[in-house]
């Protein structure tokens, strides 16, 4: 048999074989009425807090197959909310998340790792004005149960905390931060619920 004949057989068998079929992991839709990103940033003694009205994410995601396992999400940056429009203004220019320039903000997930006691470290690429960064993002799977309000359908739940330097990201050139007026840490709080049938 010749070299060519054998590797197309081994193809083949590698495409039958049970053990070499990847399945997707369990697709979910996000629950955007219970999902959100938000944030929390000193500005000189208290802390303001607030999130984005619009975004939009896949998520398939199964705790025995990391391996297909996927995060992704989009934010627009013109959607910030801080329930004070002309400070929502002001974070939309060019002073900060230059939404008319940048409308969006990306996570996409490359890996997922199993930390244990149901916390996984979402591995990532995260994409700011135009700029693309390494960031782990923690979700604590709350849970995996049958919806209670709604008929054949599962619900997850996803939450997670972490502290980003905005000057990092370049949210903000640190004049602010210099006068004493803004912080530059800003405390992200994700929290998630997803649907699928059963």
Do not use: C
């Not at 900060?96 to 903000?105: E, I, S, T």
């Not at 004005?129 to 149960?145: I, N, R, S």
């Not at 370049?170 to 530059?184: C, H």
């Amino acid at each position: 048999m010749n070299f060519f004949k054998r590797i197309s057989l081994l193809l083949i068998f590698l495409t039958m074989s049970p053990q070499f079929v990847f399945a997707a992991a369990r697709s979910w839709e996000l629950d955007k009425a219970h999902s959100n990103f938000y944030f929390g940033v000193d500005h000189v003694y208290s802390t303001i807090r607030g999130h984005f009205n619009e975004y939009s994410g896949e998520v398939n995601f199964d705790p025995d197959n990391l391996a297909e396992s996927r995060f992704y999400f989009a934010i627009e940056t013109a959607s910030i909310d801080t329930d004070i429009a002309k400070r929502d203004k002001h974070l939309q220019s060019s002073d900060f998340f230059d939404a008319a320039k940048y409308p969006l903000m990306t996570f996409t997930s490359t890996r997922i790792v199993d930390a244990g006691n149901g916390l996984y470290e979402v591995h990532g690429k995260f994409a700011v004005k135009g700029v693309e960064y390494d960031l782990m993002l923690p979700l604590v799977l709350a849970g995996v149960k049958d919806h209670p309000a709604v008929k054949g359908k599962e619900v997850a739940g996803f939450n997670g905390r972490m502290i980003l330097d905005r000057l990092a990201y370049i949210i903000g050139s640190g004049k602010f931060y210099d006068l004493g007026l803004v912080g530059k840490d800003v405390e992200i709080f994700v929290t998630l619920e997803a649907l699928s049938e059963k």
